[in-house]
Every structure is written in C-alpha cells, then in structure tokens.
C-alpha cells in the first residue's frame, strides 16, 4: 500500500496555535499549483506502486475552487496506478463548505472529509482565532452527510486553558449526536513561533494542570469506548471500518509521496522534504532546480522510528516483524529495555505482539523515547 500527499499551504487567517507551513496570501496561488501538478508528474518518475489513499492537507484543501482541485486531481491519475478502492481524504474548514461545494468535492472523488472543528463553543474557536463558528461547524457536518458523504473525521482540542471538563464533555458528546464515525483530538501543544505562545509568555494565560491534561484524556478514552470506537492510535478513535487508511500508512512505515511546499516523502529507505517556502518551491520546480533534501535511513534511524510509530497504535511492535526487519541487537534491546514496562503493566504482551495498555497511553513518549537505541 501506498499514499500521496499535497499539501495546499494557503489559509484564511493563522490560528493561535498553528506552526504548520502556510500563507494568508493567494498571490501566487495558480502558479503554486501549476507547480505541484509538475512535482506529480516528476515524483513518478521510479515510483511504480498503486496509490491506495489520496490526501489533501494544508494549510486549507478547501480554499481550493473546483477547477484548481480537478486539475490536481487529474494530473494524480495520469501518472500513478490508483486504486478503484481509493480512500481520498480533504481536509476542510466549516466555513468553506456549501452545498455546491460539497458536490463538487464528491464528484472530484472524494470520500472521506476531515472536517476542522476543534470545538463545538464560540469561545473556544475565538482563542484558537479559527474563522468558523461553533453554528457552523455543525451544520457543516449534517449538510456533508446529508449529501452523501459517510466517512467523516473531525479535530477535538483539549488540554486547553479555558476547557472546563463539562466543555470538554459536551464536545464530546456532539460526536455521538452527530454520528460521525472518526475522531482525532489532541492535547494542545506549544509551538515556539504561535500566539499562544506569546501569550503564555507574557503571562496573558496558563495552562491547565498536568492532572487535570490527563483527565480529560482519560475522559476521552472512556467517551471512545463507551461509544463503540476503537483507539487505534493515541490520538485517534474510530468506528470499526473507518480507520484512517492514509495515516495508518504512516504508522505502519508504508511508502508515500508528499506534493507541495514542506511535504514529506518517504520510499527506498530515504526520506525526502521539500523546501518550506512557497515562492522558493515554485522557482525550483519552474526553472528544473533541487526543491528538496534528502537523507538515507540508516537501521537505527529505522529501528527508532519503528518503535516511535508502532507503539502509538493498536497494532504494537510484532516482534516476529521486529526479527525479520532489524539485526539481533535491536530485537535483544527491545525485549530488554521493554521488561520494566511489562512488569509495570504499562505494556502488555499478547503472543508476540507487545503494545500499550491505558495505563501506559499516558507516558507513552517517555515508553518509546527509553525503547529508542542510541548509541
């Protein structure tokens, strides 16, 4: 299996909390786009796999107008093998969708929505500075079901300084009211270069305890649970047959092309990324430069981030995988190092696969950080 990725980097307005790479400028939207329909036509130069999942990130996707989307579209299924079982996934703001909008998404081929809602309170989404409200993003979630779109995924933000546990409940349960089968929700992160930032430096706001961080977590696993969702990856909970198949690609180390300005790629034991500029990106791709670096995973490298990335999902490290993939000294490391968590009962060992309990979902980076090798 196999996935792309386009990021389109162009937003409304920057939200407080965000350090993706992005512009509130379209000046150079066409010549952007012009340019990554030619990145896909050069990234397939030596890439025969089948596309099994198509994903539009940013940034907004949204902001996108048919003819653009088509045209990206288009270029993606002249020069790859795609998969009639394709999962295409476009990440949108509430704000951005109509119903014509959502029509012309369902006829470009999109199936699945991710649907930026972050919380279903105005207050909320005026300190996150999102553009939408929390009117909207309800309605933007009954009018995308009502014209035909099932697998829908929306964004919950908790850990938050003005996130009351009964707030963060009731966000919750608008999950089940609306009966949207797939949820991410993340703790909120401090990222150096964002408002939020700034204002906890300058004392304008506190975050909420560690104690009461791990509540709500714990609210939310019990909440999934309750509800019949499957906690598949730390962060994300979905009904049985609405895994996100794109980001499970992720986790399980399968290869994927990343399209546009500051996207990933990863095949052949490399990792590629793009230039984090978008003027920058587009003069390279225009005049045939190098709009990318490039680095060789080494085992270690590999091994790290194998255990990084499996131990987040339900599927663990299988150390029958392990064996095969990596030198003894890597699997003896790994059943060594993962004793004390076993007997802790922060990890649990069925047959051979060893994975997180919900005890140990909690330190979870602190389980892979120690289960790293480093030299």
Known sequence: MSGIYIHIPFCKQKCSYCDFHFSTSLKNKTALIQSIVKEIQLKSLGFDEQLTTIYFGGGTPSLLNNEELLRIVEAIYKSYQVSKKIE??????????SKQKLIELKNAGVNRLSI???S???????????????NEAEKSILMSQDIGFENITIDLIYGTPILTEKKWEYNLNKVEALKIPHLSAYSLTIEPKTAINHQLKIKKIKLPPEEDVIKQFNTLMDFANQLGMIHYEISNFAKEGFFSQHNSNYWRGEKYLGIGPSAHSFYNNKR???????SN???AIQNELTFFEVEN???????????????????GVD???LSKSFSPKFVTYFIDESKKYLNSTHLQKNNHVISLTKKGIVIADKISSDLFFVV
Not at 272 to 278: D, I, P, T, Y
Request: contains cysteine.
């Open 120 to 134: 279903f309170y105005d207050d909320d989404l005026q300190f996150f500075n999102r553009a939408h409200t929390a």
């Open 319 to 321: 150390l029958t995988d």
């Open 88 to 97: 295409f996934t476009l990440e949108c703001n509430p704000d951005d969708l």
């Open 272 to 278: 590629w990324w793009n230039v984090s500029n978008n």
């Open 281 to 283: 990106y587009i003069k």
């Open 297 to 315: 995973i080494d085992e270690q490298t590999a091994y790290n981030e194998y255990v990084l990335t499996r131990l987040r999902t339900i599927w």
């Open 116 to 118: 930026g809602t972050q």
